[in-house]
């Protein structure tokens, strides 16, 4: 027979269980904590946890129970009743009881609990004998009717408040606590009448139909309708089930030694190691939570330092606060981790209701790690799996002062984290004419295009009405590190009037403006904000990662300042830098736009040799950053609608720059204008079509190669990279090219540098054919932004307008474009890194689409054993970390 009822205090502990992990599936996270605490000798009220097993079954079986249940939970009554010498419905020394839920993770307020279980119009009674005071076993005695109509019963919860508010405005009372035993007595009958009246039944009086009734309650609020939403919003399986905690109660209301507190082992919000927590005397544990008093400091210096009159626990109840003070050591060492605690003080004896490991801040559990491992509390491995790394963002970028006061405007996606402050500029270049005037500015756009890299670069922060995670601006503001809030759909921009409204308030350029990309959040005004360090602990956890890693991590960087940032964060070479990105810069856009509106080859000829000696400089400052390390260069690759001109003057600049006329231009680029940019002639494509313009690019790595390898006497480690190929054939042509751009350039330069040729992988079909692309091939580089796309037939630019419903809906977990689909967009990377292993053993694998910076996708970079991951600039420690415990986990 399956046993589903296990006690614990009282020196019991059923719970057999000693893998914890198994334990906390079977009995819940409370149940769990509760037997452990129990068993480790702690003062524990004793009760019994119904398994989380039950539930399913329950469910499974039409909601009914078991025969066996019923004797099993009077057998477990039986043990409370032998602990406290107290009998469940006994009129002379009644038990009463608390009946609470436990999932095995914590969902806060999603589910019932019942307080003060086993009262009846008899045993009040006895409970105000036994306690010596009427007034406190009244007043629980309307608690419970209160909690049992509303949980059990589902009767109207403002019936009973507005019953307690008339009886205290006919006595002319402001607080509860001048409520004397004959109200709480007349509120009792009261609310009794209040549940005939609403229930069509008496409030029941036998105490195992009240038990029956709130068990059945807490299994039923699994299935409640705010549960069922908190699962799905948090990735917890619907067959776990709930159990069933059922507890002797203690009271912290039973007069002035009595107390009931929260606390947590360290400070969970900056990791400090001092006792933090709140107590209020005379109170039961949901008035510490609801506020209804202002509690009081858990210890002297928390008092001292906020300058608070009321004694704190310290003070008031040295003994006791000292014995809790041992339980908080012995819970930490226990548990070896910061834990938050729920206890209550009963004339003068303290008991534990509840322990767990503590939320905290990144700031704090960066802190709390690092700490525990100098304490030997912890080995310095599982300091480094300690720590979420997507906690690091808060750490890696400015935050907002979180007492500043903030005027929320409208919410937007959290595209790039960070926050940032400046008055808003509508345009790239007033970005850039403002910063340069000194002013910090936010750029304010309906969507970014590479035209405007120059103003993002010059903005604090980035805001856009449209686009989602994966747009324009997400990437680039991300690759810079500038805070960005993306698609925020409320937003009217007019750039007539040089205006945005939202919310029905109208801000014009040069009004203050404050972002959180981490939250993503829009505020009218400047909000404070507090900068990152990034010494301390923030290094040693850092460094400690880094020996267990064993991906290495590169960088998506582009320009000379990012690269440096990015080996500042510890960069182990650049994955991927996005030439086009070079081509965007406003002393080149117009050559950049004659080459590619040209109608031949020697017109494209004549903007490229405009293009080279730029190009050649550009490689030759990133070399010298990344010195020793390996640079990713991409050759030109993006959709070629993004470069063609748009207004009035871009045409002139061009037609000036050309002697082509205007009219002439806008024909060829009408010509140019594409269906389907995204799947049109971009990639290779470019290079096939116009292979010189390849030719152009790896002569300009070769020869800053070379100037590097001259100055410094070190030899750059150029890899060139080929996009958006499908086939070998694409891939040997441009291999072609660029071997051919080397020699020339070695032979003209008597000298050489290694390089390697290798490919994206961004289509199925290159993904399939990966065993014979890597024929030619040296290294794989997937580029999962398109390979995402392609493979679910879903465009990244327009992706944002639906998929926010698509995980709501859990047709995919999470967006496809932030973590890696593994089960789709994941076997096609199997594929090709196993295909490709077999025609090159030592073939180099790499990742370098977005998902290089998602501690998911790293996880199964690290399973399918790629060489590497490559991350913006300021995901790189988030990379690092992530890698470590990817392969702490595969250990
Ligand atoms: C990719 O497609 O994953 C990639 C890195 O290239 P881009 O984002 O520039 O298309
Ligand atoms: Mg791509």
């Given amino acids: 027979m399956t046993q589903y009822v296990f006690r614990f205090g009282g020196g019991v502990s059923d719970a057999q269980e ?105 045993t009040v009674e006895g409970l105000a004998k036994v306690s010596g005071d009427e007034r406190f076993a009244w007043d629980s005695y ?75 309650a807490v299994f039923g609020s699994w299935q409640a309708e705010r549960a069922k939403v908190y699962r799905r919003l948090n990735d917890i399986p619907g067959d776990w089930g709930t159990a069933v905690n059922v507890q002797a109660m203690v009271f912290g209301n039973m007069g002035e030694t009595s107390a009931t507190g929260v606390a947590f082992t360290r400070n969970p919000s900056d990791g400090s190691n001092a006792y933090y927590g709140e107590y209020l005397i005379n109170a039961q544990g949901e008035d510490v939570v609801a506020g209804i008093r202002t509690p009081q400091y858990l210890t002297k210096a928390a008092r001292e330092e906020a300058g608070a009159k009321p004694l704190s626990m310290e003070e008031a109840m040295g003994e006791t606060y000292a014995e809790l003070a041992g339980v908080f050591d012995l819970l930490e060492k226990h548990y070896r981790d910061m834990q938050d605690i729920e206890f209550t003080v009963e004339r003068g004896k303290l008991w534990m209701l509840q322990t767990r490991s503590g939320k905290r801040t990144a700031k704090a559990a960066l802190k709390i790690a690092v700490d525990m491992a100098n304490e030997d509390l912890i080995t310095q491995e599982e300091a480094v799996q300690r720590v979420d790394p997507m906690a690091l963002d808060q750490l890696l970028h400015p935050t907002l002062d979180p007492d500043a006061v903030r005027d929320v405007l409208t919410r937007g996606l959290p595209a790039s984290p960070g926050a940032a402050a400046g008055v808003i500029v509508f345009d790239a270049d007033t970005a850039e004419r403002r910063k340069g005037m000194g002013e910090h500015v936010i750029l304010v756009r309906m969507e970014t295009s590479p035209e405007d890299i120059h103003g993002m670069h010059a903005a604090e922060g980035i805001l856009t009405a449209r686009g989602g995670m994966t747009s324009h601006a997400a990437v680039v503001a991300r690759g810079m590190g500038r805070p960005c809030v993306s698609g925020a759909g409320e937003l009217v921009i007019d750039n007539e009037t040089r205006s945005m409204t939202v919310a029905g308030r109208t801000l014009k350029e040069g009004n203050m403006l404050t972002l959180d990309g981490s939250t993503g959040e829009v505020m009218a005004g400047e909000v404070a904000t507090i900068q990152p360090e990034l010494v301390g602990d923030f290094g040693t956890l850092m460094e400690w990662a880094d020996r267990s890693r064993k991906l290495n991590v590169r960088t998506n960087a582009e320009t000379p300042a990012d690269c440096r940032v990015a080996r500042d964060f510890g960069a182990e070479g650049i994955g991927l830098c ?73 045409f002139k600049d061009v037609a000036e720059a050309t002697g082509i006329g205007i009219e002439a231009l806008k024909r060829r680029a009408n010509e140019l204008h594409e269906f389907n940019p995204m799947l049109g002639h971009r990639g290779c494509r470019l290079g096939v079509t116009y292979p010189e313009i390849y030719e152009i690019q790896a002569k300009a790595i070769f020869e800053a190669a070379c100037d590097v390898l001259e ?14 190929v499908g086939t070998k054939r694409e891939l040997d042509l441009m291999k072609e090219v660029v071997d051919g751009a080397a020699k020339a350039v070695f032979a003209e330069r008597g000298q050489s540098v290694d390089y390697l040729v290798g490919t994206m992988i961004e289509l199925p079909r290159a993904a399939l054919m990966a065993g014979e692309i890597a024929a030619s091939g040296e290294f794989f580089s997937f580029g999962t932004n398109d390979l995402t796309q392609t493979t679910l037939g879903v465009s990244r630019d327009d992706a944002a307008r639906f998929l926010g419903q698509y995980v709501d809906k859990g047709i995919y977990a999470r967006d496809p474009f932030v973590s890696l689909d593994i089960d789709g967009v994941g ?60 392969a702490l986990a595969n250990q």
């Fill in 578 to 650: 996005r030439t086009e990105h070079m081509f965007f810069d406003a002393a080149r856009i117009t050559a950049v736009r004659q080459m590619i509106l040209a109608e031949n080859e020697a017109g494209r000829r004549v903007a490229l040799d405009k293009l080279l000696p730029e190009q050649r400089q550009d490689f030759t400052e990133i070399f010298e950053v990344m010195v020793g390390l390996p640079v990713t260069i991409r050759l030109l690759d993006p959709p070629l609608h993004e470069f063609l001109p748009h207004s009035e003057n871009e």
């Fill in 142 to 216: 309307r608690r419970f009717i209160q909690m049992y109509s509303d949980v059990v019963l589902g009767l109207d919860h403002d019936a009973f408040e507005e019953a307690l508010e008339i009886v205290k405005e006919d006595n002319g009372f402001y607080n509860d606590t001048e409520m004397e035993a004959e109200h709480w007595k007349a509120l009792v009958a009261e609310y009794k009448t209040l549940v005939e009246e609403q229930w069509a039944k008496p409030f029941p009086q036998d105490v195992n139909d009240q038990l029956w009734g709130a068990i059945t």
């Fill in 711 to 724: 100055k410094s006497g070190k030899a750059p480690i150029p890899e060139v990279m080929i996009p958006l």
């Fill in 18 to 122: 000693d893998d914890k992990l198994a334990r906390t599936n079977l009995l819940g996270g409370k149940g769990a904590n509760l037997a452990e605490m129990a068993s480790i000798g702690l003062p524990v009220p004793p009760g019994f946890t119904i398994s989380t097993e039950l539930c399913t079954r329950y469910y499974a079986d039409g909601e009914t129970y078991p025969d066996s249940l019923i004797g099993e939970v009077a057998q477990a009554i039986a043990h409370i009743e032998s602990v406290t010498g107290k009998t469940f419905g006994d009129a002379a020394n009644p038990l009463l009881v608390s009946v609470r839920s436990g999932a095995r993770v914590s969902m806060p307020g999603m589910m019932d609990t019942v307080l003060n279980l086993g009262l009846n119009d008899a």
């Fill in 827 to 886: 076997q096609l990377i199997e594929i090709a890194a196993e295909k490709g292993r077999v025609t090159r053993p030592d073939i180099k694998l790499g990742i370098c689409g977005e998902h290089g910076g998602d501690p998911a996708s790293i996880a199964f970079c690290a399973k399918t054993g790629l060489d590497y991951v490559s991350a913006s600039p300021y995901r790189v420690p988030i990379a690092r970390l992530a890698a470590a415990q990817a």
